[in-house]
């Protein structure tokens, strides 16, 4: 998987809308204002609808990614370079393989770790927010 550190895809738009914003907060249980207002600002952890806006190309992985029945996501955290993004901004997103690292399972098996970043630009270019996701992908399929 070492191979693939350092690969993008390609990137892809993201339209964060009024009706979606207010969807997701209601799925995560919140009532908080700021979400269902005329002008609401995103959850943080909204951004992780981006992969409802991907298309074949965005994947870093292309057609040669780890066998999915092997794949476990082992965390996922976001950095924002301001406030999180409101309804009506459109984001350029583009996914990249950060990091990848193996380590020794307790069972025997080695895990191979890789980072998943996610870039949110504005209109104007400026980095809004980075999505960080890690993947641990086991040397054995499950029994």
């Known amino acids: 998987m070492s191979e693939f550190a ?3 895809g390609a990137e ?8 979606k914003i207010r969807e997701f907060a ?7 204002p700021a979400y269902f207002g005329d002008e609401p600002v995103s959850p ?5 609808s981006n992969a409802f806006w991907t298309t074949g190309g965005s994947d870093p992985w292309g057609d040669q990614g780890p ?3 092997r794949v476990l996501h082992a965390g996922q955290r976001y950095v924002f370079h301001g406030p999180p993004p409101r309804a009506g901004a459109v984001l350029q997103c583009r996914q ?13 098996g080695a895990l191979e770790f890789a980072d998943i970043v996610t870039e949110y630009r504005d209109a104007d270019g400026e980095l809004v927010a980075e999505s960080i996701a890690t993947l641990v ?7």
Not at 137 to 143: C, F, G, L
């Open 6 to 8: 350092g690969r993008s």
């Open 12 to 19: 892809y738009t993201m339209a964060v809308e009024r009706g």
């Open 26 to 32: 209601a799925a995560v249980g919140s009532d908080h």
């Open 44 to 48: 943080p952890t909204f951004l992780a």
């Open 67 to 69: 066998d999915l029945s």
């Open 96 to 108: 990249r393989v950060d990091r990848v690292y193996t380590k020794q399972g307790r069972r025997g």
């Open 137 to 143: 992908v086991t040397e054995q399929a499950p029994q």
